[in-house]
T-cell receptor, first 116, second 114 residues
Framework: DAGITQSPRYKITETGRQVTLMCHQT?????MFWYRQDLGHGLRLIYY???????DKGEVPDGYVVSRSKTENFPLTLESATRSQTSVYFC???????????????FGQGTRLTVV | AQKITQTQPGMFVQEKEAVTLDCTYD???????LFWYKQPSSGEMIFLIY??????QNATEGRYSLNFQKARKSANLVISASQLGDSAMYFC???????????FGKGTRLSVIA
């Protein structure tokens, strides 16, 4: 199906384990983003990518790793999960850069991650 | 530094009334875009409306309009004729020029009362 999909939708993992959240988009959008949503904090940017093999840190990158070898995929890896990384994670993509019309981001359904 | 500020954690509105959700922003870039998103209880993020910094007119999309006051750096969302289905979290966001990401405020929870 066309669009942006995240997997898994729900994940429970143990402290210290590595976990990867997947994000796939079919629009060939250049820009992709990872956000985490926590109560009282809104959506905070973890990492973003302007194109394949180009990634940049956002507001809260510590403890996370991203890669973008293909335009359509943007996986997010928690190298050693901590309880503070319990959150809802959203992946998003956009076609255009910056402030242009058409630069709105389209979001995946989210992944609810619990670290125990 | 906080770039997007939404000062209303929660709002109530009577069905069929209009409601304004506040958003102020901070940027020194003359080129920027402002966005509003809706997040219902089901969790998905739905794009509602866009306003460009150079747009002369306020953006409108159906019952949604954006009250853009550039000098005050405010971009308030106005929902006319509220419906029960409008109950949700609403997020204001901004994107500056160039290869920049979308930055969000903390959101406002709107509850529409019958």
């Amino acid at each position: 199906d066309a669009g942006i999909t995240q997997s898994p939708r729900y994940k429970i993992t143990e402290t210290g384990r590595q976990v990867t959240l997947m994000c796939h988009q079919t629009w060939s959008h250049s820009y992709m983003f990872w956000y985490r949503q926590d109560l009282g904090h809104g959506l905070r940017l973890i990492y973003y990518s302007a194109a394949a093999d180009i990634t940049d840190k956002g507001e809260v990158p510590d403890g996370y790793v991203v890669s973008r070898s293909k335009t359509e995929n943007f996986p997010l890896t928690l190298e050693s999960a901590t309880r503070s990384q319990t959150s809802v994670y959203f992946c998003a993509s956009s076609e255009s850069a910056g402030a242009l019309r058409g630069s709105e981001a389209f979001f995946g359904q989210g992944t609810r991650l619990t670290v125990v | 530094a906080q770039k997007i500020t939404q000062t209303q954690p929660g709002m109530f509105v009577q069905e069929k009334e209009a409601v304004t959700l506040d958003c102020t922003y901070d940027t020194s870039d003359p080129s920027y875009g402002l966005f509003w998103y809706k997040q219902p209880s089901s969790g998905e993020m739905i794009f509602l409306i866009y306003q460009g910094s150079y747009d002369q007119q306020n953006a409108t999309e159906g019952r949604y309009s954006l009250n853009f006051q550039k000098a005050r750096k405010s971009a308030n969302l106005v929902i006319s004729a509220s419906q029960l289905g409008d109950s949700a979290m609403y997020f204001c966001a901004m994107r500056e020029g160039g290869h920049t990401p979308l930055v969000f405020g903390k959101g406002t929870r709107l509850s529409v009362i019958a």
